[in-house]
């Protein structure tokens, strides 16, 4: 008995000190932005059926300081149903540095194909990728032109959701938070395995090099995930962007069911992940579920009571501590229960990805 004690506290221990470690990372994490850089940038966009969402997409692009002879953005739109095409035509007219492709005539459909087609009509080196329903900041391309200069040849930066009220966006911006610092610090330390395809940047050679999106269709989604592994395989100098005024926000989903499906296929992709990174990553939250369940045993012994309080006390200072530098900020009360949420959905999301249909347009 007394040697499961040990391994709890030894465990306990190490939870500490990565905790610490998640900590520490943030001052790694640089915050000017160089505006001098200006490296020749292909933004590329897949859309379907966005019809709503254009107008505010193109008035965020249009916005982006950078030298307009610098940068293009080609939009792609994948087989749309509604009025998107209209839009995008409607919305960029006399915009000189906006291109519409449409992927219909090509006889292909699919956001990876999409995106393939646009990156194959681009202009220019350097290549970055978000969605329609994404707001990148003011120095997006300068953030990223400044990590380029620098010999990056995959890069990927932070990407917040808006903060509202509802308890499905709660939950979604707490785990887009501690999936962020997670995958950050993984990457500093030199094991990054996740990139969100809303701020993602990479050089047009290497992309070609490992083959483009050929080796990533595991799963329905998750192009952004496996174009990372493609490149750790490869060996490609990687980095990441965590300038200010470089965010791209974005909305979450507003019903359970569509939150839920989304998770199931990021979770799906997570299957697909390199050997090493499913070792840590299940080790990190197999720990995390262990504590979280540990009062289970404290008919064995009373130490076992103090595990979970512990270990949501050392949660919340590290989201505390953090949470600014990914653009969140959750109330004290607001981290105890997102924490053990998402600790719980976790399992289900697991679950969901094994048995689930997963969908996608």
């Known amino acids: 008995m007394d040697l499961i004690i040990i391994v709890f506290i030894s465990i306990f221990i190490l939870y500490l000190l990565v905790s610490s470690l998640l900590i520490i990372v943030k001052r790694s994490m640089n915050i000017n932005v160089n505006t001098s850089a200006s490296v020749n940038i292909s933004v590329i966009i ?3 059926n966005e019809q709503g969402k254009i107008k505010k997409l193109v008035d965020t692009l249009n916005n982006l300081i950078y030298p307009k002879n610098n940068f293009e953005i080609i939009i792609i739109d994948d087989n749309s149903t509604d009025r998107t095409l209209e839009e995008l035509h409607k919305n960029t007219e006399g915009f000189q540095n906006f291109s519409i492709k449409e992927l219909k005539p090509e006889g292909l459909s699919g956001k990876r194909n999409a995106l393939t087609f646009g990156i194959q009509n681009s202009q220019h080196p350097y290549l970055l990728i978000t969605d329609a329903d994404c707001h990148p900041q003011k120095y997006w391309l300068q953030a990223y032109s400044e990590k380029f200069e620098s010999g990056y040849d995959v890069l990927f930066g932070i990407a917040p959701f808006y903060k509202e009220r509802h308890l ?8 887009n938070l501690k999936t962020s610092l997670l995958s950050f610090s993984m990457a500093l330390f030199g094991f990054p395995y996740t990139a969100a395809a809303r701020s993602f940047g990479f050089t047009k050679k290497e992309f070609e090099a490992i083959g483009g999106y050929l080796n990533t269709k595991d799963t329905l989604s998750g192009d952004d995930d496996l174009l990372l592994r493609e490149a750790v395989k490869s060996k490609l100098k990687i980095g990441i962007v965590t300038a200010t005024d470089s965010f791209v926000y974005s909305e979450t989903k507003k019903t359970f069911k569509e939150y839920f499906q989304q998770r199931a296929r990021h979770t799906q992709t997570s299957f697909h992940y390199l050997r090493r ?3 840590i990553l299940g080790f990190w939250h197999l720990t995390n579920l262990l504590f979280l369940f540990s009062p289970l ?3 064995i012994n009373i130490w076992f009571g103090i595990l979970l309080p512990a270990k949501l006390l050392i949660d919340v200072i590290v989201v505390k501590s ?3 530098k990914f653009g969140y900020k959750f109330l004290f009360m607001e981290i105890f229960y997102l924490q053990i949420i998402y600790e719980i959905f976790l399992i289900v999301h697991f679950f969901n990805a094994q048995f689930s249909e997963i969908k996608w347009k």
Do not use: G, P
């Open 46 to 48: 897949s859309v379907k």
């Open 168 to 175: 499905v966006n709660r939950i979604s911006c707490f785990e």
């Open 277 to 279: 990174h499913q070792v």
């Open 297 to 299: 045993l404290i008919f």
């Open 322 to 324: 953090t949470q600014k």
